[in-house]
């Protein structure tokens, strides 16, 4: 079964002033293998985006092109006045990952320095920032993610929900314009799937604007502003999460989100973190 | 039951390896206290060669830091993304990590000149400082190897986590990368230490006055079979008390580390 690409010209309506991101016409290929054939996407400030689609479907090299880690053969990138795709030299590309916070599905905490030095090291290390003032923004920033008792703990002493929020602070530690998701849920046990949806729930509410890869359908469902459902390195259809979950005329979006119903990803109010 | 059993072959056996530790000196002195004119001999030389046991060490320290320094940066180099760097230093290391200690031991004592010039005055370049480099050389191929291999053991992950949060590539290695291989070099880096110490004794052959050298000056001297062979005897004490400590820390973190 083949699905034309979304039509490009809607995607194209977004106000250009006010969006922070935008894919035209991305290709990228690894090697022989064609990964993305042809991706727009448009990002609001303040927004939130979900990117759901079976696996492999070139999601994470999404999320990989839009901070410069790896580049694409042809369309165009842009992460607020930055064309990303133009990008030369190894600097231009560290002066744009300053801007754009990830999180990855593995954390990849730093297992060598507490969760305090974690979310210290980048900002003092590249940023330049003071130590004392980048320690307290760091004790804030755990506080935001409630583990302000584990700031000397090490990685390895944390379960994986804990080191998952540990990656957000350090992540949030660079003051980002934008934070980009990686199916951070997915590396997890379900008790602890919640208490990190619950802080990136927080973070959207505050107004961050994040583009989030998930496989928690009712979570995307309830925080995006547009969801949209890739397969195949083409986005196949995006819209408000009603007009993607709920009044899809596409079969194949109806059947993968069909086959998560009552699926996990649902946090209810006052659960205990 | 079965704890017990193994419990009990863990501490013979930790016995053993311990008493091999007391055996050696314990032998020499008894022996030495059995013969009161050979402990006397002994006595006498105690001093000279205990001042060519302070050299052996000196030669290992500083061959081990020179080793040490050059070392790290070739196994940093090794991994560097240009081919004009990289080839020289993996053939380097291939090269030195493959060659006799003693071989290069007589090559740089005999390639080097007995003075250098700097500055137009005439420095000397004693035969000890040849030793050094020629014990320095293997050691930093050996620990090109163990740094190369401790950087390819670090995820790629973290590689990844340092990028996305705006490190640089020598920003990662110096602040992410080289601190998590310090912990896993070190066991590898320590049995270098160890081998590099026993390797001083090949610096006698090209007349640097070390333990083994002075060991020779004195039985050469005093013309005793007995206290040849005691004097020899002191020269493995010497060296088992030096290197047997490393090795058995080296084990212990081992496996700790394992354990982790
Ligand atoms: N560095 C790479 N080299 C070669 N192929 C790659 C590379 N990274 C990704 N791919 C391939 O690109 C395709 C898309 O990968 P991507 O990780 O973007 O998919 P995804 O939608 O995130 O999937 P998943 O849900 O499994 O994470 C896959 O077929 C993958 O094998
Ligand atoms: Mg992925």
Redesign the pocket.
Known sequence: MRFEPAQRMTLMTTDTKTALVRLEDVHLS??R?E?LKGIDLAVNKGDAVSII?P???????ILRCINALVQPQSGRITVGGTRVDQLTGESERIALRKRVGIVFQQYNLFPHLTVLDNIVLAPTRILGAGRPATEKLARELLEKVRLSDKENAYPGQLSGGQQQRVAIARALAMKPDLVLFD?VTSALDPETVGEVLWVIRDLIREGMTSIL?THEMRFAEEISDTVVFTENGRVVDHGTPQQIFHTSGNPRIRQFVGGFSGGRGEIRDGESI | MMGAVLAKRGRSSHILRNGGFVALPLISLIWSLADPTLGRELLEWVPYLASGFMMNILIALSAMTLGTLVGVLFGILALAPFKLVRYPVAVYVQIFRNAPHLVLIFATTYIFPFEIMIFGTYLPFPDWVKAVIGLAIPASAYVAEITRGAILSIPTTQWEAAKGLGFSRNEALRWIILPQCLRRSLPPWMNVLASITMGTALASLVGVHELLHAATDASTAVRRLDFTVIAYLVVMTAFFTLCYPISHLTRRLEGRFNAV
């Open positions: 690894f090697g293998t990964v689609g696996s492999g479907s070139g999601k994470s090299t199916e890869v």
